[in-house]
């Protein structure tokens, strides 16, 4: 039977996580962005529901390391809830499978479909498919690893997806001062060894964000396809770098 989410104790793990996921949403809901960006989605609202199974089925337990990504892929946790959220890696492989609802204001150039949606994330696709092939099932990935995005809202400019670093500072700032306190609230949770930047924009704003907490930041290649190091061999790459932490052996 699917645990009931909303009724998750608060002072389990994941019932801390899902608070301070619906803190982070609610925080973020009155900033407002000026063009280019046309459309923000904001998957821990419409599409609560999956992301809160997947806090509550993963996220119960303390975690030695925890991954890191920028903010959500259109094909992934914008339609998904989770991060790096692959439809078959999060419904075949984790099981999480919910209704999705959609966005305030829906763009029609992006649109929500859920876990109906036929395109593939391709960094979710590498990053996901490197921890299957890892630990076979996503129970023994899970049982001290975890995945995280540092920022939950997807920006498009019409068409085209924008990342959090394009923004103007005097909008960045505020989003950026949720995002961190949402990472430290995360971080206290799951209490983990290190904390993986998969890219250098997460690494830094981990660095930034837990200074002074007890948690070692590193970093691995980012998966998109629109690194050609990443199109080279990803996942080798990635193994590679956290051979070299002393993280995986």
Known sequence: MEQNESNQRLDT???????AARDLS?????????????????????ARTPHERYLSRYGDSRKRIVFLGMNPGP????????PF??????????GITAAVDKPAEENPKRPIEGFACERSEVSGRRLWGLFAQRFGTAEAFFAEHFVANYCPL???????????DKLPANETAPLEAACDAHLRALVEALEPEWLIGVGGFAEARAAAALAGMDVRIGRVLHPSPASPAANRGWAEA?????RALGIWD
């Open 238 to 242: 990635a193994e590679k770098q956290l």
């Open 154 to 164: 997807a920006f498009f400019d019409h068409g085209r997806n924008l990342t959090p």
């Open 85 to 94: 959220g692959e439809i078959e890696a999060v419904r075949g492989w984790m």
């Open 26 to 46: 609610a925080a973020l809901a009155p900033l407002r962005f000026a063009a280019p960006v046309s459309h923000v989605y904001n998957p821990l609202d419409y």
């Open 13 to 19: 793990r994941a019932g801390r996580l899902i608070a």
């Open 75 to 82: 094909f992934g946790m914008v339609q998904t809830g989770v």
